[in-house]
Antibody, heavy 122, light 110 residues
Framework: QVQLVESGGGVVQPGRSLRLSCAAS????????IHWVRQAPGKGLEWVAL????????YYADSVKGRFTISRDNSKNTLYLQMSSLTIEDTALYYC???????????????WGQGTLVTVSS | QSVLTQPPSASGTPGQRVTISCSGS????????VYWYQHFPGTAPKLLIY???QRPSGVPDRFSGSKSGTSASLAISGLRSEEEADYYC???????????FGGGTKLTVL
């Protein structure tokens, strides 16, 4: 069955960096666009970034552009989110989510992970 | 302030029909597909509607989606207590080159 398992969350000080991972299994990882979505405490869902099936195209929310980098290793069936210059506003539960398409950027997510919590605090 | 605007709250009694709106613009809702998600905080969101009005397998036909111009709606008929959750619309924005979620609507079943 399709599984997405996030890891790498934790407590980090403002200004520091953190890398999240999303391990995929149960499907052909290299055939799907994958996204990161987050939810800050008491707030709604916020789209963060997406990466194409082959890793050559990516898009970011304005709130993270220039600070976050999405990447993937199709040989390891793993998605990454490198987060730098973290601020308190980046505190959130981070989900990876699979799109059913190879080439569409739509926020059409048929499978989600359970999330990994990032807390930015001094 | 989200680019996609949803009412922050909605409510209904069991068995009632409720609708949740999602207002956007020509950069997003009008020209791109709209998606709807049900979310219980701390758990993985669940896809309810894709491509404006299509239901994934396993989603009851009590859930329906529609779109007209720059607005979309999610309707839930025969409301059940277990459907008390947060509901989000989502769409791609061609001007921003970004995916967007609405601010979310907290549905209360009275």
């Amino acid at each position: 069955q399709v599984q997405l398992v996030e890891s790498g969350g934790g407590v980090v000080q403002p200004g520091r960096s953190l890398r999240l991972s999303c391990a995929a299994s149960g499907f052909s990882f290299s055939n799907h666009v994958i996204h990161w979505v987050r939810q800050a405490p008491g707030k709604g869902l916020e789209w963060v970034a997406l990466i194409s099936y082959d890793g050559t195209s990516y898009y970011y929310a304005d709130s993270v552009k220039g600070r976050f980098t999405i990447s993937r290793d199709n040989s390891k069936n793993t998605l990454y989110l490198q987060m730098s210059s973290l601020t308190i506003e980046d505190t959130a539960l981070y989900y990876c989510a699979r799109a059913p398409y190879t080439s569409s950027w739509s926020p059409y997510f048929d499978y989600w992970g359970q999330g990994t919590l990032v807390t930015v605090s001094s | 302030q989200s680019v996609l605007t949803q009412p922050p709250s909605a409510s209904g009694t069991p068995g009632q029909r409720v609708t949740i709106s999602c207002s956007g613009s020509s950069s997003n809702v009008e020209n791109y597909y709209v998606y709807w998600y049900q979310h219980f905080p701390g758990t993985a969101p669940k896809l309810l509607i894709y491509n404006n009005n299509q239901r994934p397998s396993g989603v009851p036909d009590r859930f329906s989606g529609s779109k007209s111009g720059t607005s979309a709606s999610l309707a839930i008929s025969g409301l059940r207590s277990e459907e008390e959750a947060d509901y989000y619309c989502a769409a791609w924005d061609g001007s921003l080159s970004a995916a967007l979620f609405g601010g979310g609507t907290k549905l209360t079943v009275l």
